[in-house]
């Protein structure tokens, strides 16, 4: 098989988020400038939302539109103390009906069609969106107001909450934005509006140009190779599986960096000054390459990983749950990604390594001292943390049962399996 037509085509999707940052910017100047009121803001970003959900997804763009209005309604319909609930299951069970659409239609028809996975991604960024909104409201964080005029719904009460849902900044590609985060830059864009972002802008897309040039690099480098890296039963198979996952996390890299930059170009995500003076567009990042690729803990890469979707996660699953609340995380982790037996296996094999990384990094600690100790160290736990994610990652993204068995029949899968034996010889770390 061709190995690399696995990988999900962003190219287009890229050219899509691409074709959005001045618009982008049009906002955030007209913003400045004031010749856009407060409702007209809404009205823009949500256009905004819509037009780019039909030209990405066409006929699809309903997978996306029919539950951010509901969601909407739900907000001003339903108690607070029971909305999460309401919110929550409705959104998950649309979008696992579609994601069993998806493997419907890939696993049984072979076929696919890209304007629906481009849907269905948005509208998992959408599950996000709302789940936090639920939660801000259930918990008491945000209040909704009298949105009410007579037996009517007053439509300028609904605007921010459905500019929330559909805001094309973070359409296709996120960062995950709290309510209150999003209506303050929108507010702020007049009353103290944040620096020209066009120096920050700038340099990420050219952040995003250096990674696309690596990605043509990798894929170069696999290609020369003939053999398909999954049948490979060497220790070059093991170097050609982590290649290929870096390919993906190379995708991913350039996917959240330029919905950044499309959010810092409409003014969000501003965090203030440093030291120096200078601004500092972090307030809302998913990206810490540097971190990623030169932590050696799994446990980091878990939390740093996709960093607004993980805060989300820990706040929905992991805070609430009080029995093994790792385990449950990830799994539904693999429930909000569509449940192939790829995501299944993936998601619960790096719930472990997590498990597993605390115990021996516990364990490991007093007898690392410095020097070259420490280099060793960091080193070999380096060395694994990249090779099990690489594991993790494959099965994941090729979803298929298949691929799990040509995973499990390669070396690579030693890697975290000797982490899942530690599970069995060492006791639990202390809390």
């Known amino acids: 098989m061709d190995f690399l037509f696995l990988l999900f085509d962003v190219h287009s999707l890229i050219l899509y988020q691409c074709a959005a940052i001045p ?33 990405t997804m066409g006929p699809y763009c309903l997978v996306v539109l029919i ?30 009906s579609w994601h069993l659409v998806l493997q419907y239609r890939g696993y049984q028809l072979q076929e696919g069609d890209p304007r629906l996975l481009v849907a269905v991604s948005s509208l998992m960024l959408l599950t996000q969106r709302v789940t936090s909104l639920s939660l801000d409201i259930q918990e008491g964080k945000l209040k909704t107001g009298d949105t009410r005029t007579g037996n009517c719904v007053s439509f300028s009460s609904l605007l921010p909450y459905l500019s929330y849902m559909l805001y094309f900044p973070a359409l296709l590609g996120g960062p995950l934005c709290s309510f209150r985060t999003f209506t303050s830059c929108v507010k702020l864009c007049t ?9 920050t802008v700038s340099k990420k897309c050219v952040l995003v140009l250096g990674l696309e040039g690596v990605k043509t690099l990798l894929t170069i480098c696999i290609d020369i190779h003939t053999e398909d890296p999954m049948q490979s039963r060497d220790l070059e198979g ?3 599986i ?24 409409a003014g969000f995500g501003f965090g203030g000054y440093d030291s120096k003076g200078f601004p500092i567009w972090n307030a809302l ?28 996660l820990r706040r929905l699953v992991f805070e609430k749950c009080k029995a093994y609340p790792l385990l449950a995380t990830f799994a539904f982790s693999a429930w909000w990604h569509g449940l192939h037996p790829g995501q299944i296996f993936g998601f619960l094999c790096w719930a472990a390594t997590v498990e597993a990384d605390y115990r021996v990094h516990h364990y490991l600690r007093p007898y690392v001292g410095t020097g070259l100790t420490r280099l060793l160290y960091k080193s070999l736990t380096w060395v694994q943390t990249q090779l099990v994610i690489a594991c993790c990652i494959l099965t994941v993204e090729l979803r298929s049962l298949s691929s799990v068995r040509m995973i499990c029949q390669s070396y690579i899968c030693l890697f975290p399996l000797l982490y899942c034996l530690v599970l069995v010889f060492l006791s639990r770390k202390p809390q």
């Open 23 to 55: 618009f982008s910017f049009l906002f955030y100047y007209l913003c400045i400038t004031g010749y856009l009121s407060l409702i007209s803001r809404y009205i823009y970003l949500i256009l905004g939302g819509f037009l780019l959900a039909v030209i």
């Open 67 to 96: 539950p951010a209005v509901s969601s909407v309604l739900l907000i001003h319909f339903v108690s607070s103390q029971r909305l999460h609930t309401w919110a929550f299951l409705t959104q998950m069970g649309w979008q696992t």
């Open 191 to 199: 009353v103290n509006p944040p620096p020209n972002p066009l120096w």
């Open 238 to 240: 093991v170097l050609l």
């Open 242 to 265: 982590w290649s290929v996952s870096l390919l993906y996390k190379m995708s991913y890299y350039s996917c959240w960096v330029l919905s950044e930059l499309l959010n810092n170009a």
């Open 285 to 312: 990042s998913d990206t810490d390459i540097w971190t990623l690729e030169t932590t050696h803990k799994i446990s980091q890469f878990a939390r740093t990983w996709n960093k607004t979707t993980a805060d989300w």
